[in-house]
């Protein structure tokens, strides 16, 4: 079985993002850009999630890894301005959810999330 990638329409950037993060929090995540410019550099690597989100106003799309805990008491934020495309791929039990976010020059950042928190309760 193979992961389908589809493009999220702009207006359901910012909901999509509040549910996801809801859904993922805590969960492992990795972060790399692939800048046209500079090469393809991984910024992250299986850091926490404390947020996905879009800002309408300012048009722009973050995530911020750590800050939890002690072992990570830092929130890393990663800011895409101004994305004009956003690809997620589906989500297959079992198997990690992507993002794939393209700016307006063409660079693109990749975040994965690895795992889901397991729902206690």
Known sequence: ???QQAELPRAEWHNFFEKL???YEGASVTVEV???TFGDQTEAAKLPLAYLEYDEKDDCFSVGL???DGKY???LRHAINHPRRIQTT???PG???ALDIEDGEGNQTLVTLHNRPSISG
Do not use: A, F
């Open 73 to 75: 008491p830092v929130v």
């Open 95 to 97: 198997t990690p959810w």
């Open 66 to 68: 750590g800050g939890r």
């Open 34 to 36: 692939l800048d046209r």
């Open 90 to 92: 589906s989500s297959i």
């Open 21 to 23: 993060t809801k859904d």
């Open 1 to 3: 079985m193979t992961q």
